[in-house]
């Protein structure tokens, strides 16, 4: 089944840097990538999402990178800002198999 | 309603108890996932809806699990025999075909003591 790595575990950014969060997944059947957003104790917040068929995809300060080649994509967020500060997932999905996998998670602390 | 719904939002329960847990997805949404997660991990997948059908039960972790979804819209996740190692958050998602964008419920916190 799919495996998907999350790196690094925990992050603190000083605020109004950037903040970068890589995975790589290890079925190359994956073609749907989204990132949620997790504040503690709340439900998991889609934030950006990504298909096989694009590289990069931007909204606002967030940017999703995808290397299909290599199997990994990267969470980019520039301008970095307190309410940032959250757990972010990313996750794997292929075409016939509808569930998506997760990764472990990032810890990402925005230092005012 | 405007989310995804899960009742109850808190669930404490002694060890061999049965439970229920509710989700009530999205209107229109034909799609709707299971999953749990614990501290400090991400969700796991349980289970997945295509309508009223499962489409994919391989994440349940044994027949002490079940869920049901009869109309094709509310879900329910059954848990026979808890266990302390049940513990953990069970959230639901929906999703317009089942090709993508999942949107999640707050969860339903389930204490097995």
């Known amino acids: 089944g799919e495996n998907v790595e999350q790196h690094p575990s925990t992050l603190s950014v000083q605020e109004g840097d950037s903040a970068v969060i890589k995975c790589t997944y290890s079925d190359s059947a994956s073609n749907y990538f989204p990132w949620y957003k997790q504040e503690l104790g709340k439900r998991p917040q889609l934030i950006i999402d990504i298909r096989s068929n694009v590289g990069e995809k931007k909204d606002q300060r967030i940017a999703v990178t995808l290397n299909k080649t290599a199997k990994h994509f990267s969470l980019h967020i520039t301008e970095t800002q307190p309410e940032d500060s959250a757990v972010y997932f990313c996750?794997?999905?292929?075409?016939?198999?509808?569930?998506?996998?997760f990764g472990t998670g990032t810890r990402l602390t925005i230092i005012p | 309603g405007a989310g995804v719904s899960q009742t109850p939002s808190n669930k404490v329960t002694e060890k061999g108890k049965y439970v229920e847990l509710r989700c009530d997805p999205i209107?229109?949404?034909?799609?709707l996932y299971w999953y749990r997660q614990s501290l400090g991990q991400g969700p796991e997948f349980l289970i997945y809806?295509?309508?009223?059908?499962?489409?994919?039960d391989s994440g349940l972790p044994n027949d002490r699990f079940f869920a049901v979804r009869p109309e094709g819209s509310v879900s329910t996740l059954k848990i026979q025999r808890t266990e302390r190692g049940d513990s953990a958050v069970y959230l639901c998602?929906?999703?317009?075909?089942?090709?993508?964008?999942?949107?999640f419920g707050q969860g339903t916190r389930l204490t097995v003591v």
């Open positions: 209107s229109g949404h034909t799609a």
């Open positions: 996750a794997a999905s292929g075409d016939l198999r509808e569930k998506l996998t």
């Open positions: 809806f295509q309508g009223t059908g499962a489409a994919d």
């Open positions: 998602a929906s999703s317009p075909t089942g090709q993508g964008r999942a949107f």
